[in-house]
């Protein structure tokens, strides 16, 4: 793979593709529709309901980001809507990519919290920093710098040490933007 060529028996990239598509961007798109079909029904609030329909497009964002890190522009771009996903070309125009990225985090920004009760919960800061990332990956300073510089302004610290970053006991520690909680 670091010398891109990628043998047929190296099962990563079809592992890589089923993880983000098959697993993350199906259930993030299943979970929108239930998000939908709930608030539609009253069993939610709308606030309530665009609170969960954030936290479902930030991780639907994160795993396409995951995806496009490793296969570039050629990904399918589904949503919940997406009737049938094996009729969605893979084959996208420059830049669309990440613009459905930045799209889906723009939404997951404007509509979490700063902070979570709940830890492992994605916040405002988080979908920003993915944000910046994204940005940072096609080299685009100028709109990442409003991102983080938001984040930067936001309730972090650098640890004192950098240890603590990997230590099991100082998890979701004040230099922690967003953890996986595994």
């Known amino acids: 793979i670091e010398r891109w060529a990628v043998q ?6 079809a592992d890589k593709w089923k993880l ?20 539609e029904a009253g069993t ?3 606030d309530q309901a665009n609170k969960f329909r954030a936290e479902a497009k930030f991780l639907r964002a994160l795993f396409n980001f995951e995806a496009w890190l490793v ?6 771009i589904l949503t919940e809507e997406t009737e049938d ?3 969605v070309p893979n084959v996208n125009p420059a830049g669309a ?13 404007e509509n979490l919290p700063d902070s ?20 940072l990956q096609e080299l685009k300073y100028a709109e990442a710098k409003p991102l983080l510089d938001a984040v930067l302004a936001g309730p972090f610290s650098l640890m004192p040490n ?6 099991i006991a100082t998890n979701n520690n004040a230099e922690s933007i967003w953890e996986v909680q595994a």
Request: a positive charge.
């Open 20 to 39: 983000c598509f098959g697993m993350g961007v199906d259930r993030a798109n299943k979970t929108l529709k239930v998000i939908n079909a709930t608030e």
């Open 116 to 135: 979570q009760g709940d830890v492992g919960r994605p916040t405002s800061y988080a979908a920003k920093a993915l944000a910046a990332r994204a940005y």
């Open 85 to 87: 996903p094996a009729l």
């Open 162 to 167: 950098f240890v603590d970053n990997y230590n």
């Open 71 to 76: 296969f570039g522009d050629y990904i399918p």
């Open 97 to 109: 990519v990440l613009a459905n990225i930045i799209s889906d985090l723009k939404f997951a920004w």
């Open 44 to 46: 939610i609030s709308a």
């Open 8 to 13: 047929p028996t190296n099962n990563y990239p």
